[in-house]
């Protein structure tokens, strides 16, 4: 939410409502605070999917890209070093994996 209005965006020739992103629950430091960030904008980026595939976006494309956008922000915070070590981090333990599949069956 923005000033008091509902972003919206267009979903079958509808205008939908985007859903807000909630603030954070958890002071900086806590050590369950990305749960709490992704929890809070998991609404969001689920409504940014199923617009996607239904402007005839595949799955695979979507995922993708979302992917590269998200490495390419990370890296202007904290570095591309930063990143590619977290990436491996995420890739060893195959979490990451392994929530895709799980995410992206959502939508097959």
Request: glycine letters at 6%; charged letters at 20%.
């Amino acid at each position: 939410m923005t000033g008091g209005t509902i972003s919206t965006f267009v979903l079958s020739g509808c205008m939908a409502p985007v859903p807000p992103v909630e603030p954070p629950l958890l002071s900086e430091g806590s050590p369950d605070r990305p749960i709490n960030c992704e929890v809070a904008l998991e609404p969001a980026f689920e409504a940014l999917v199923k617009a996607s595939l239904v402007k005839g976006w595949s799955a695979q494309e979507i995922a993708e890209t979302l992917l590269k956008l998200a490495t390419e922000h990370a890296e202007t915070i904290v570095g591309r070093q930063r990143v590619a070590t977290q990436l491996y981090r995420w890739r060893v333990s195959s979490l990451v994996d392994m929530h895709v599949r799980q995410f992206l069956g959502r939508f097959r």
